[in-house]
């Protein structure tokens, strides 16, 4: 018997689940008459009653953060959708709308009903031509068939949505500058408080969701809190998408209840490649300090990647076989958030630098062993001295690459550059790498 | 100057949002889309349009790395070197189209055919090692796969992207869509890849849900 529980997509084998009429045919779209029906403050009880929690990485209750939303303060209100998936490993947002961009929409409609708002904006990044297409699409037919705009179903509700498309900053990913980006400017974090709710988009009471997280929003109002509540752990309640790349034979999504453990998922997917052992991995992308094979019985839910010293985040299941220079990893995401710090904060814009030129220098073995404390001790300088999270998942691979590697990097001095050949590690031999 | 056609689908963007300036990026995208970078000429009609300095428009511009300051190719190679792209071969693949292209980062084919940037994940890990052509995706690359994808490219004949329309489009073209104008692709290429229904093929195959 297997663990998936697969909701989103379950119609994804479909070949035209991202038409309206794939949709409709299951059942796409019944959910908001339902919703409409019902009057907005029940609409947000019965999403903070099923538990949902945020699918983008920060796990805060999606029907709290709808209440916190003033009423009755004659404010224009926006609801935002966060489709600016890039975090390094995350790649389930955008399968999701490339094969489904109609349940975002239904769920977008709910949504706003519930946190009155009669414009929403959907945020997605720039590097996915393909999937701004799809979405331009379905808002396209949302709206002729009476989805969106004026009197939506005759129920009396207005929506506006509108597709903005990013170009390229992984900081648009962080809400508050993803909201500056959508108001014009350079895309920089905003300091909090205030938070979004009451001064967001425009300064006007705004909610930013992930995708993955409006997504469920329609089987749940379609199926109940009961249902929703009867998959997934304690706190960690429903079914999300696990996305599983790098060294395993079938890489791919799976969606599952909370609380399924990596070992449960490499077994559905065929385990670890060929002739290879798992040596290290993240659990929801490389913001999460890393994790080793002593953590494949770790539930996936918030409390249990928590309780082990890491984060759930995106869910993005990295996974690195014992060809894999652990060095090298760090370097190459240390160079990624050095690319992508906004520069607004001097810890993160200057110690992301620092970061890489030391990395650089041990990874080629010039390195010495003072040199990993002076590392540690720069980021314990950079985590939690600015405006946003960026500055604490630069720091997240190498402090945890060092908990549990150490040795390796030492490997690195004495070895007087990297012991591992990088060929290895690859999916094709050398020959053809000419 | 710009045509009056040209001028008037500004507006219509301009139009989507309560508040003007939240146009500048989709005007930016457009601009690309007639010029193919950030001429100094579009810098001045968004600055016009939004009543913004020019100054103003720049500091948007250089803030986002899809926005060019020089002409790219006709089709812009992004190689994810990323770590889990670059440990699974996109060093490798970076390496291959540098010398097949006989170019470095950031930097044109002297025909103006293909250009080559490093870039950074892109939000398809599970189909690694993962190379975007004009930020359509090329799944699962090898070193053979990409000198036929960047040979096809400057023979102006590249392969089709692997989750997207049939052929593929120019940078300007693709540019066009990310301002907003649809080209009425969106029913071409598949709804998902292999590696997307790994798990609904395992469920359906174990007999079903729990």
Same mark, same amino acid.
């Given at each position: 018997?297997?663990?998936?529980?697969?909701?989103?997509?379950?119609?994804?084998?479909?070949?035209?689940?991202?038409?309206?009429?794939?949709?409709?045919?299951?059942?796409?779209?019944?959910?908001?008459?339902?919703?409409?029906?019902?009057?907005?403050?029940?609409?947000?009880?019965?999403?903070?009653?099923?538990?949902?929690?945020?699918?983008?990485?920060?796990?805060?209750?999606?029907?709290?953060?709808?209440?916190?939303?003033?009423?009755?303060?004659?404010?224009?209100?926006?609801?935002?959708?966060?489709?600016?998936?890039?975090?390094?490993?995350?790649?389930?947002?955008?399968?999701?709308?490339?094969?489904?961009?109609?349940?975002?929409?239904?769920?977008?409609?709910?949504?706003?009903?519930?946190?009155?708002?009669?414009?929403?904006?959907?945020?997605?990044?720039?590097?996915?031509?393909?999937?701004?297409?799809?979405?331009?699409?379905?808002?396209?037919?949302?709206?002729?068939?009476?989805?969106?705009?004026?009197?939506?179903?005759?129920?009396?509700?207005?929506?506006?949505?509108?597709?903005?498309?990013?170009?390229?900053?992984?900081?648009?990913?962080?809400?508050?500058?993803?909201?500056?980006?959508?108001?014009?400017?350079?895309?920089?974090?905003?300091?909090?408080?205030?938070?979004?709710?009451?001064?967001?988009?425009?300064?006007?009471?705004?909610?930013?969701?992930?995708?993955?997280?409006?997504?469920?929003?329609?089987?749940?109002?379609?199926?109940?809190?009961?249902?929703?509540?009867?998959?997934?752990?304690?706190?960690?309640?429903?079914?999300?998408?696990?996305?599983?790349?790098?060294?395993?034979?079938?890489?791919?999504?799976?969606?599952?209840?909370?609380?399924?453990?990596?070992?449960?998922?490499?077994?559905?997917?065929?385990?670890?490649?060929?002739?290879?052992?798992?040596?290290?991995?993240?659990?929801?992308?490389?913001?999460?300090?890393?994790?080793?094979?002593?953590?494949?019985?770790?539930?996936?839910?918030?409390?249990?990647?928590?309780?082990?010293?890491?984060?759930?985040?995106?869910?993005?299941?990295?996974?690195?076989?014992?060809?894999?220079?652990?060095?090298?990893?760090?370097?190459?995401?240390?160079?990624?958030?050095?690319?992508?710090?906004?520069?607004?904060?001097?810890?993160?814009?200057?110690?992301?630098?620092?970061?890489?030129?030391?990395?650089?220098?041990?990874?080629?073995?010039?390195?010495?062993?003072?040199?990993?404390?002076?590392?540690?001790?720069?980021?314990?300088?950079?985590?939690?001295?600015?405006?946003?999270?960026?500055?604490?998942?630069?720091?997240?691979?190498?402090?945890?690459?060092?908990?549990?590697?150490?040795?390796?990097?030492?490997?690195?001095?004495?070895?007087?550059?990297?012991?591992?050949?990088?060929?290895?590690?690859?999916?094709?031999?050398?020959?053809?790498?000419? | 100057?710009?045509?009056?056609?040209?001028?008037?689908?500004?507006?219509?963007?301009?139009?989507?949002?309560?508040?003007?300036?939240?146009?500048?990026?989709?005007?930016?995208?457009?601009?690309?889309?007639?010029?193919?970078?950030?001429?100094?000429?579009?810098?001045?009609?968004?600055?016009?349009?939004?009543?913004?300095?020019?100054?103003?428009?720049?500091?948007?511009?250089?803030?986002?790395?899809?926005?060019?300051?020089?002409?790219?190719?006709?089709?812009?190679?992004?190689?994810?070197?990323?770590?889990?792209?670059?440990?699974?071969?996109?060093?490798?693949?970076?390496?291959?189209?540098? /010398?097949?292209?006989?170019? #470095? =980062?950031?930097?044109?084919?002297?025909? +103006?055919?293909?250009? %080559?940037?490093?870039?950074?994940? $892109?939000?398809?890990?599970?189909?690694?090692?993962?190379?975007?052509?004009?930020?359509?995706?090329?799944?699962?690359?090898?070193?053979?796969?990409?000198?036929?994808?960047? /040979?096809?490219?400057?023979? #102006? =004949?590249?392969?089709?992207?692997?989750? +997207?329309?049939?052929? %593929?489009?120019?940078?300007?073209? $693709?540019?066009?869509?990310?301002?907003?104008?649809?080209?009425?692709?969106?029913?071409?290429?598949?709804?998902?890849?292999?590696?997307?229904?790994?798990?609904?093929?395992?469920?359906?195959?174990?007999? #079903?849900?729990?």
């Amino acid at each position: 018997m297997s663990k998936l529980t697969p909701v989103l997509s379950a119609a994804w084998d479909q070949a035209d689940s991202f038409t309206i009429d794939g949709y409709k045919r299951n059942g796409g779209y019944n959910a908001i008459a339902k919703a409409l029906g019902m009057s907005a403050d029940d609409v947000i009880t019965t999403i903070k009653d099923s538990g949902l929690r945020g699918r983008g990485g920060a796990g805060f209750p999606t029907g709290n953060k709808w209440s916190f939303i003033p009423q009755g303060d004659n404010k224009a209100h926006y609801l935002v959708v966060n489709a600016d998936e890039s975090e390094p490993g995350t790649c389930k947002d955008m399968p999701l709308l490339l094969a489904n961009p109609h349940v975002l929409i239904e769920g977008i409609i709910i949504g706003s009903y519930a946190i009155r708002a009669n414009h929403a904006f959907i945020y997605v990044r720039g590097e996915v031509v393909h999937v701004v297409r799809r979405l331009q699409q379905a808002i396209a037919d949302a709206y002729k068939a009476g989805y969106l705009g004026k009197n939506i179903l005759g129920k009396g509700y207005d929506l506006e949505l509108t597709l903005h498309a990013g170009a390229g900053a992984y900081i648009c990913g962080e809400e508050t500058a993803l909201l500056d980006s959508l108001e014009g400017f350079r895309g920089q974090p905003r300091l909090r408080p205030p938070f979004p709710a009451i001064a967001g988009l425009y300064a006007m009471p705004t909610v930013v969701n992930n995708v993955e997280s409006i997504a469920s929003v329609p089987a749940i109002i379609n199926n109940g809190v009961e249902w929703f509540q009867s998959m997934g752990t304690e706190k960690s309640k429903g079914f999300t998408l696990y996305s599983l790349s790098g060294h395993v034979k079938n890489p791919g999504q799976f969606e599952a209840p909370l609380g399924i453990t990596l070992r449960e998922i490499l077994e559905l997917a065929g385990g670890i490649r060929g002739g290879h052992q798992l040596k290290f991995w993240t659990p929801g992308g490389s913001s999460t300090p890393i994790f080793t094979a002593e953590h494949l019985d770790t539930p996936l839910d918030y409390e249990g990647v928590s309780a082990a010293g890491s984060m759930l985040g995106t869910k993005a299941l990295q996974i690195f076989d014992e060809t894999t220079c652990v060095v090298r990893a760090a370097l190459r995401w240390s160079e990624f958030y050095k690319h992508e710090s906004c520069g607004k904060c001097t810890p993160c814009r200057e110690g992301t630098w620092w970061l890489v030129q030391m990395l650089e220098d041990l990874e080629a073995g010039k390195g010495t062993e003072a040199d990993l404390d002076k590392l540690l001790d720069l980021c314990d300088n950079i985590a939690g001295r600015s405006f946003c999270a960026l500055a604490d998942g630069a720091v997240a691979p190498i402090i945890s690459t060092l908990k549990y590697f150490r040795s390796e990097y030492i490997a690195h001095q004495t070895n007087g550059g990297c012991p591992f050949d990088p060929v290895a590690s690859t999916l094709f031999d050398a020959v053809g790498a000419k | 100057m710009f045509t009056n056609e040209e001028l008037g689908t500004m507006d219509q963007i301009i139009a989507r949002y309560p508040k003007s300036r939240s146009a500048i990026m989709p005007l930016l995208h457009f601009v690309q889309s007639i010029d193919g970078y950030v001429t100094e000429r579009g810098i001045e009609m968004i600055a016009e349009k939004l009543d913004l300095s020019t100054a103003e428009v720049t500091a948007v511009s250089s803030f986002y790395t899809q926005y060019k300051s020089a002409p790219v190719g006709e089709y812009h190679v992004g190689v994810c070197v990323n770590t889990l792209c670059a440990v699974m071969g996109g060093d490798e693949l970076y390496k291959t189209a540098c /010398d097949r292209l006989g170019i #470095g =980062n950031h930097e044109t084919t002297p025909d +103006g055919k293909v250009s %080559l940037e490093r870039i950074e994940c $892109n939000a398809a890990c599970d189909y690694a090692p993962v190379v975007m052509v004009n930020w359509e995706f090329y799944d699962n690359q090898t070193p053979e796969s990409l000198r036929e994808l960047v /040979d096809g490219a400057r023979a #102006g =004949n590249p392969p089709a992207p692997t989750r +997207g329309p049939k052929k %593929l489009r120019t940078w300007k073209e $693709n540019s066009a869509v990310l301002a907003g104008i649809s080209d009425g692709l969106s029913g071409e290429g598949v709804q998902a890849g292999e590696a997307t229904l790994r798990g609904l093929k395992v469920s359906k195959s174990a007999g #079903g849900k729990k």
